[in-house]
């Protein structure tokens, strides 16, 4: 049996590099020389590994439940497949404004219509999100379906195609990008819609003084990725990057990182302290 599945395992890595090679033949545009990690960046504070470790071990993947929740009825429903009313769109390289694509129930990432940001701002919250990556297969690494929920535009937890596609750990679907991996590899199928619960602990500034990390919770269809995590800086690629003090209520973005990544049924819940109505 052991032998039987390690010529399985060979086979099926000998299929994704080939794969790869033919996607190869068809772009020549650098989107399949992507790095699956650096070996030359700074440490994460608080841990042992460098940012984007290219030997930080790689989360195991397991098969996730089935299906996603509706809003409860003290949700905030930022998008319900029927129209772009609760967002802007932040352009992106100078391009005219632009809306992201609107149809099926779903809307997409547009090239240079830029982020998705919500007209709303939000601090401590429950988060809910659904979103699937491209069927077509365009590069590797972080070039195969990326996006990301940017939570008080500054913190992300990643989206990315991480269905047979190596990069580096604290850069897969559902890492804390640039510090945290998850705790498991819980990615449906291409093309299959996936889903996130975000609980979300806003940071707390005294004048422009940290005073208390953001923390954050993550579910990835249904299973648990981050219990109660502290996140120790803003999103950035390559380094660790410095806290600046910021409202206590910020809008939320969705990445365009030119992969047409789909997103529906969004919705939000403004976490209370007990006791609070």
């Not at 509706?70 to 949700?75: L, R, Y």
């Not at 632009?98 to 240079?112: P, R």
């Not at 975000?198 to 500034?205: D, L, R, T, V």
Request: charged share 25%; no cysteine.
């Amino acid at each position: 049996m052991k032998r039987k599945l390690l010529v399985l395992g060979i086979v099926s890595t000998a299929a994704v590099l080939l794969m790869a090679q033919a996607q190869k033949k068809k772009g020549g545009d650098g989107r399949w020389n992507q790095p699956v990690g650096y070996s030359d960046t700074p440490v994460i504070p608080e841990q042992k590994w460098k940012v984007h470790d290219i030997d930080r071990p790689t989360p195991r993947q397991i098969t996730p439940g089935a299906l996603p929740a509706n809003p409860p009825s003290d949700a905030i429903v930022l998008f319900d497949g029927k129209n772009l009313d609760q967002w802007t769109f932040n352009g992106k390289r100078g391009a005219a404004p632009a809306q992201w694509k609107l149809e099926n129930g779903y809307m997409q990432v547009a090239n240079s219509a830029g982020d998705a940001v919500t007209k709303e701002k939000f601090g401590d919250m429950q988060l809910h999100i659904e979103w699937a990556s491209p069927l077509e297969i365009l590069g590797n690494s972080q070039m195969r379906g990326n996006s990301g929920v940017i939570v008080m535009s500054r913190y992300e937890i990643q989206v990315l195609d991480s269905w047979e596609n190596p990069t580096y750990a604290d850069g897969g679907a559902g890492a804390i990008y640039g510090q945290w991996s998850p705790l498991v590899n819980a990615i449906k199928k291409r093309g299959d819609w996936n889903y996130y619960d975000i609980f979300w602990e806003a940071p707390k500034f005294e004048g422009e003084k940290l005073v208390k990390n953001p923390y954050v919770t993550v579910m990835h269809n249904g299973v648990l990725l981050h219990h109660h995590q502290k996140v120790v800086a803003p999103m950035a690629h390559r380094v660790v990057a410095p806290f600046k003090e910021h409202g206590s209520e910020e809008p939320l973005m969705l990445q365009d990182h030119n992969e047409p990544v789909r997103y529906r049924n969004i919705w939000v819940r403004k976490l209370r302290g007990y006791d609070e109505k």
